[in-house]
């Protein structure tokens, strides 16, 4: 079993910046790629970015919307994973849940999530 948990969550004003972690603990060699997804009320529970080991260095991806404002990182040392957050906007409001997946398993597969934080952009 893998346990996720968040923290960095909160509220910040439009055009300003938050960090988001999410650090794993368990059977973390049980973990390939990990990501952040992000849920507003009456929504789907959305990809924003992932991350990936490739051959010579992490693979990342974004959706569209966060493309060039968000940054995803990993440190395999603290087991922990982050999601920098710039240039934030309203439409950016959501609770944000850390996920990682079984070794050579797409994010989008099922996998362990954790418990999510709330992230609200407003002024």
């Known amino acids: 079993q893998v346990q996720l948990v968040e923290s960095g969550g909160g509220l910040v004003q439009p055009g300003g910046s938050l960090r988001l972690s999410c650090k794993a603990s368990?059977?973390?060699?049980?973990?390939?790629?990990m990501g952040w997804y992000r849920q507003v009320p009456g929504k789907r529970r959305e990809l924003v970015a992932a991350i990936t080991q490739g051959g010579t260095g992490d693979i990342t991806r974004y959706d569209d919307s966060v493309q060039g404002r968000f940054s995803i990182s990993r440190d395999n040392a603290k087991n922990e994973v982050y999601l920098q957050m710039n240039r934030l906007e309203p439409e950016d409001t959501a609770v944000y849940y850390c996920?990682?997946?079984?070794?050579?398993?797409?994010?989008?597969?099922?996998?362990?999530w954790g418990q999510g934080t709330q992230v609200t952009v407003s002024s």
């Open positions: 368990g059977n973390i060699f049980s973990i390939g790629a």
């Open positions: 996920k990682a997946v079984p070794p050579n398993t797409p994010i989008m597969r099922e996998g362990y």
